[in-house]
């Protein structure tokens, strides 16, 4: 059976007008894209095999899998280069997800859209999102974000791979964050997660600002640029001694600057729009 959505425009489809403000304090929960609207783009093809999230096809994969996997790319890869590939991959969740939204509702009021990433992030699986606040305007270049993560998927494999640790670890859920607000607001938007289950707080939090707002990013482009090689490996984090205690982060790559000042302001087409980085 094939997908029963019809397909979205093509990526090429223009968002160079689309120049989002909102504040998360203005919103009612009727507000288009609802969660039972994003629920209602999920759909099961047992017949072929196949599950779509309006046109993507999607995966049911066990939590255990995931974690196992991440075990093995870091104790083959070291913790650095691991952390960037999971960033990235969930960067280019959080971009198609962002697609989806716009094409999908591109009437919709800014700020239910912004928080249409929220939902599909719940529904995806990965983590329970709770909106703090978020306020953006992207006509003055400002956006500012602050989000609980409950049941991180990735914070329960960690531990229970590794133990408690110093450092926030749920990076595929923090990658995918920067890719949805980014993809929308058209300038990149960094998250941080500054606390962490994985650091035994009791949920992860979560502040987004743009990198002009931030100002300290180069370590974060580390993270979503392939080339920002680390100088050596890092030795996969045990039980007996935590992944935070062993990070042996290397100086910044040079190709940072340019990455940075490329990314300062883009137009939204392009953010939306481009190929995630590599990896």
């Known amino acids: 059976m094939t997908n029963p959505h019809s397909a979205l425009p093509d ?3 223009s968002t160079a007008h689309y120049h989002p403000r909102g504040d998360s304090r203005h919103l009612n929960d009727s507000s288009s894209p609802t969660p039972a609207e994003l629920t209602d783009c999920l759909f099961f093809s047992p017949e072929d095999g196949r599950i779509w999230l309006n046109d993507q096809r999607m995966l049911l994969l066990h939590s255990s899998s995931f974690g196992a996997l991440r075990r093995e790319v870091i104790e083959r890869l070291g913790l650095e280069q691991a952390r960037g590939l999971f960033t990235r991959t969930g960067y280019a969740s959080g971009a198609r997800d962002a697609r989806l ?35 953006f305007d992207a006509d003055s270049g400002f956006y500012e974000g602050e989000f609980l993560w409950h049941h991180s998927c990735e914070a329960d494999e960690h531990v229970g791979a590794y133990g408690i640790g ?57 993270y979503l640029n392939v080339s920002q ?16 205690s062993r990070t042996g982060v290397s100086e910044p790559h040079p190709l940072v600057a340019p990455v940075r000042r490329s990314t300062r302001r883009c137009r939204p087409c392009n953010a939306l729009h481009a190929h995630p980085p590599p990896y």
């Open 166 to 222: 110093q450092d926030p670890v749920c990076w595929t859920e923090t990658g995918y964050a920067i890719g949805f607000v980014s993809g929308l607001f058209g300038q990149l938007v960094i998250f941080r997660e500054v606390q962490c289950r994985g650091m035994g707080h009791g949920s992860c939090r979560v502040i987004g600002k743009t990198v002009e707002q931030w100002g300290d990013v180069e370590q974060d482009l580390r």
């Open 229 to 244: 090689a680390v100088s050596h490996t890092v030795a996969a984090p045990t039980p007996d001694s935590p992944a935070a």
């Open 101 to 135: 939204i716009r094409e999908r509702w591109p009437q919709a009021d800014a700020a239910a859209v912004f928080r249409a990433g929220t939902h599909l992030h719940t529904l995806e699986g990965m983590t329970k999102v709770e909106p703090l606040h978020f306020k």
């Open 11 to 13: 990526d090429r489809a």
